[in-house]
């Protein structure tokens, strides 16, 4: 059993596209609508699922470089806030939110960014 949308894209991603192909459903759909809908802030609404190995690359490609970049953010943060450089802390996360376009990464930014200023 998928626990979640993010499980199943790691599952797809694991598929060759014709065992993919074999897999489409309007649950298989919906699920990759919702996962586009956290890593884009304008996700693509004139999907074409002909080749739907490619999107769910895409959309694999796209959480990787947002958790990366969040990642980042994160330990770079971190670390100013060690240094009790709160205000550059509080930068870093704000220029990560007016940049990312994903609205699941740009929540999470805003969660630790409040977990700062709470400081």
């Not at 599952?11 to 609508?33: F, M, R, Y």
């Not at 007016?98 to 740009?106: G, I, K, Q, V």
Request: hydrophobic content about 40%; charged content about 30%.
């Amino acid at each position: 059993m998928i626990a979640n949308d993010f499980d199943l894209l790691d599952e797809l991603s694991l598929k060759s596209d014709a065992e993919i192909q074999k897999l489409v459903s309007p649950d298989l759909l919906a699920a990759l609508d919702r996962i586009e809908a956290q890593l884009r802030t304008h996700p693509n609404g004139n999907v074409d699922n002909s080749n739907l190995g490619s999107r769910i690359r895409n959309l694999k490609a796209l959480r990787r470089l947002g958790s990366n970049a969040l990642g980042e953010a994160i330990l770079e943060a971190s670390e100013l806030a060690d240094h009790r450089q709160l205000l550059e802390a509080r930068d870093v996360y704000t220029r990560f939110i007016a940049n990312c376009d994903s609205p699941l990464y740009r929540e999470i930014a805003e969660q630790q960014l409040k977990k700062l200023l709470a400081k």
